[in-house]
């Protein structure tokens, strides 16, 4: 592929010709790209929490239990990949959600995400053997992009008085103790 004129070999620079411009691309556009990456995110990361990677045992013996994930033989592994996976779908969902509100059927697209949300718990608490994973860090990976979206939410909105209430707080601090 030929350099446009001005660009040094092996420059970023035709990266930014893929971003976001708001001067050309409509927020109707961002928003539908946005909805379908959420939704490929989401239905990759639903797939791979209900049939976990290597599958589940095909009957018991040999100290496992059939319908359960054989990758959670592998804790650390397993733990990273329910969390990141859960993290993922979360984030995802949350997406789906935000750029929904307030559309048509917005009340029937939280319902059918909420549904989604308890199917995909159901079926990781099902393949999971209960030995392998503590369940509040995966349900607390579940809250985390809404906590995080909350708290974001927050401080934009009340971040300003916060920081000044603790500047006054180290300022009287200075004043009366010198420091």
Do not use: C
Request: cysteine-free; glycine content about 6%.
């Amino acid at each position: 592929m030929a350099n446009p004129p001005n660009e040094k070999p092996g420059s970023w620079r035709w990266f930014k010709s893929f971003q976001y411009d708001k001067n050309k691309d409509s927020p109707s556009d961002a928003r539908n790209v946005l909805l379908v990456v959420a939704a490929l995110i989401t239905a990759v990361t639903f797939q791979a929490g209900v049939n976990p990677p290597g599958g589940v045992w095909q009957d018991t013996k040999d100290g496992h239990t059939a319908g359960r994930a054989i990758y959670a033989a592998h804790q650390t592994a397993f733990y990273v990949f329910l969390i990141s996976n859960t993290l993922a779908l979360s984030s995802a969902i949350m997406v789906i959600i935000s750029l929904t509100y307030r559309f048509p059927f917005h009340f029937e697209v939280w319902f059918a995400t909420v549904s989604m949300i308890i199917t995909y718990g159901s079926a990781v608490f099902a393949v999971t053997p209960k030995e392998s994973v503590r369940f509040r860090y995966i349900l607390t990976a579940a809250a985390g992009p809404f906590l995080g979206r909350l708290l974001w939410e927050a401080f934009n909105r009340w971040g300003g008085t916060i920081l000044k209430f603790f500047r006054s707080i180290r300022s009287t601090f200075k004043s009366v103790w010198g420091k």
